[in-house]
């Protein structure tokens, strides 16, 4: 079977030799074509000559950015996907990467195999938003959404603790639609791709024993950004695009990532929030067991007003009486 990699035009760039040079060899095994300089500089003069499908640059370097590599590359006609990559000590930066125009990022040291994964990911987004600009957007959208949707769900069953989220996300958001007076389709689809930015998020970063450290965080809070992004690039409607953007927005103000509070949060996304915390909750993860039926209620009412709405939780208690078994 080809390789997704083979044939790709890839732009490698690091100051340091080493890691450029590992870079390189593993993408060439893939079949990629593979251009490796040392200098943001010279990177710059390559982008503007050369047509690229994948940039992957270092953050800090001396001269020119990959931050501010990121951004020539989305002023092309023909933009590359780009994967930035950082050191711990680079954390902001990084988050800065991907709300500003990065497909993703690598932490350092950098893990090549997962740097291979995450290149193939952001080349498919390429891929399917080129194929959107040239049919038209408006003709495929929706079409190309449940395309993404089901790229995140063989992503998902490929992690134990993962496996069959957003199914079960866009199953209890559907069901909730109707007492909240919402779309259903439209909560079903934003559902389907509420989470495709954590393919910008290796898997080892989740698997880890007890909660993320401090740079996975930063790239799991900046998730809903990076999936808004990409499904806007494919002509989601503005709705859904809203509805992935906000899903992590707490009630009380205190969510990720634009700290919107009450009615400010889109009601999509707060009906989508809840169904993602009940379809999380349902599921084990690294650090704890799956929550029973009861236990989800009991932490649903008392986040009433902190995380979540009276009527989202209001609604989601009486859908979880009446349809014990929508959990899974």
């Not at 559907?174 to 509420?194: F, K, M, N, P, Q």
């Not at 700290?259 to 400010?264: Q, S, T």
């Not at 209620?297 to 986040?303: H, L, V």
Request: aromatic residues 4%; glycine residues 10%.
């Amino acid at each position: 079977m080809t390789s997704p990699l083979a044939g790709q035009r890839v732009l490698v760039v690091d100051d340091e030799r080493a890691v450029a040079s590992a870079v390189a060899k593993r993408l060439e095994r893939e079949g990629a074509i593979v251009q490796s300089v040392h200098a943001g500089s010279e990177a710059s003069e390559r982008l503007a000559a050369g047509a690229f499908d994948l940039l992957v640059s270092d953050v800090q370097m001396p001269g020119r950015s990959g931050l501010e590599l990121a951004e020539q590359a989305q002023r092309l006609a023909d933009p590359p996907a780009v994967l930035l990559m950082a050191a711990d000590g680079e954390v902001n930066g990084a988050a800065d990467a991907i709300t500003r125009g990065a497909d993703g990022y690598l932490r350092k040291p950098l893990d090549v195999e997962l740097m291979a994964h995450e290149a193939t990911v952001a080349l498919e987004m390429r891929a399917l938003r080129r194929a959107v600009d040239g049919i038209g957007i408006g003709k495929v959208a929706g079409a190309v959404l449940v395309v993404v949707g089901e790229i995140v769900n063989s992503f998902e069953k490929a992690d134990p603790y993962r496996a069959g989220y957003s199914v079960r996300t866009g199953r209890l958001a559907v069901a909730l639609a109707s007492a909240l007076g919402l779309d259903a389709d439209r909560l079903a689809l934003a559902a389907r791709v509420h989470d495709v930015g954590m393919l910008a998020v290796p898997i080892t970063e989740l698997h880890s024993e007890g909660p993320p450290d401090r740079t996975s965080q930063h790239l799991i809070r900046v998730h809903p950004t990076l999936g808004a992004r990409w499904i806007e690039r494919l002509g989601a409607e503005r709705v859904v695009v809203a509805a992935v953007a906000a899903h992590h927005e707490r009630f009380d103000g205190t969510g990720y990532p634009g700290g919107l509070k009450g009615a400010d949060i889109p009601p999509e996304a707060r009906c989508l929030g809840i169904a993602a915390a009940i379809a999380a909750m349902s599921l084990p993860r690294p650090w704890r067991e799956r929550y029973e039926l009861h236990a989800i209620s009991d932490e649903i009412k008392g986040q009433r007003g902190i995380q979540f709405g009276a009527a989202e939780v209001d609604a989601a208690v009486d859908l979880l009486q009446k349809m014990p078994t929508i959990i899974g």
